[in-house]
């Protein structure tokens, strides 16, 4: 196993104040803009966490290739990132770090861990699935029930109601297992890969997913049907969504072509928020932060945006010249 040698930095951003927020943000970043092969790297990529006031704090190892990250619901001083190298994880809150997958399982574009059954973490990669069973210590491919052709995995959520119960998304559709990914069964065919499918903080049976070029779609029983979602444009990459934990009716749309689209009526109407954004063709993710509301979208290159009018008007939230390639809030440890 390779071990990585946390590296700790401090940068000062314009971030939103965490003083009083029940959730850590952690952002995964990369900070290599206009770097060249070769080069020597100054600036620290990898992963950040929000601290108080105008801080970000960089954590672990100076990595541009770290997509996301999950925890461990029981100890958050355990989370797994998904990285170009593998399924990179840390034990003791990023002091030291290590990489549990093998040379056959790299480059996973996503990780979560089930609530319910919190040994069980799940990868998506780009030839297929794989679990663990035992928090990262051994990794077994999950794959009967995806086809052959199609496998490509994008995305992978648990749903937090039930233990062993995954949507993954892929290449050729979305995938639902019920018994821990013995096997799979396809519920929504697509044109285009699934970049995302997320469950709603409020309704667990509610879940949406976002496609390259098939445009979005909705379930209401829990993943087993879906449905187009009207007024969200198919052409153009749409690589997330959201959920605002802070009002039902709210929802976000990261893309490559529409930028921001959000909906405040649970998304039966759709409106365009990308008045004050540099690129509003290059939105690469959205978040909602699950105290406040406030709306965040990374721009590729162009670094963290953020709103408190849900998109109408829009400052920087600092990172200049990054792209934030995960927003991932955690549950504060009870003090």
Not at 157 to 172: F, I, K, M, P, Q
Not at 270 to 283: E, M
């Amino acid at each position: 196993m390779t071990r990585l040698i946390s590296v700790l930095a401090v940068l000062t951003v314009a971030a939103p104040a965490a003083a009083d927020s029940a959730h850590d943000l952690f952002l995964c970043v990369a900070l290599n803009k206009n770097d060249v092969v070769g080069a020597k790297l100054v600036a620290l990529n990898g992963v950040y966490v929000r601290g108080t006031g105008d801080v970000f704090q960089h954590l672990g190892s100076n990595f541009p290739g770290i997509v996301t990250l999950a925890t461990d619901p029981r100890n958050r001083r355990v989370f797994y990132m998904a990285t170009l190298n593998g399924c990179v994880q840390t034990a003791d809150g990023g002091k030291t770090w290590r990489i549990s997958t093998s040379w056959d399982m790299t480059e996973p574009k996503d990780v979560c861990v089930d609530p319910r059954a919190p040994d069980s973490v799940y990868l998506a990669l780009p030839d297929g699935i794989a679990v663990s069973p035992d928090c990262g210590a051994t990794w077994r491919r999950r794959e009967t029930g995806l086809p052959d052709r199609g496998k490509y995995a994008q995305t992978i959520e648990v749903d937090r109601t039930t233990a062993g119960r995954v949507l993954a998304g892929c290449e050729s559709g979305i995938y639902l297992t019920e018994n821990g990914a013995e096997s799979w069964r396809r519920v929504l065919p697509t044109s285009a890969t699934v970049d995302d499918v997320q469950q709603s903080p409020h309704d667990p049976q509610l879940w949406l997913a976002a496609t390259q070029s098939d445009g979005a779609h909705v379930s209401r029983d829990g993943g087993v049907t879906w449905e187009r979602i009207e007024g969200v444009p198919a052409a153009g990459a749409l690589y997330n969504l959201a959920f605002d934990a802070t009002r039902p009716e709210r929802i976000a749309i990261g893309g490559w072509s529409p930028g921001v689209l959000t909906s405040e009526d649970g998304g039966r109407t759709w409106a365009g928020r990308n008045a004050g954004l540099p690129d509003d063709q290059h939105v690469f993710k959205v978040a909602i932060d699950p105290d406040t509301g406030r709306l965040l979208a990374s721009l590729y290159q162009c670094g963290l945006y953020v709103s408190d009018d849900f998109g109408r008007t829009w400052s920087r939230g600092g990172l200049e010249g990054s792209t934030v390639y995960g927003f991932v809030f955690v549950p504060k440890a009870a003090r």
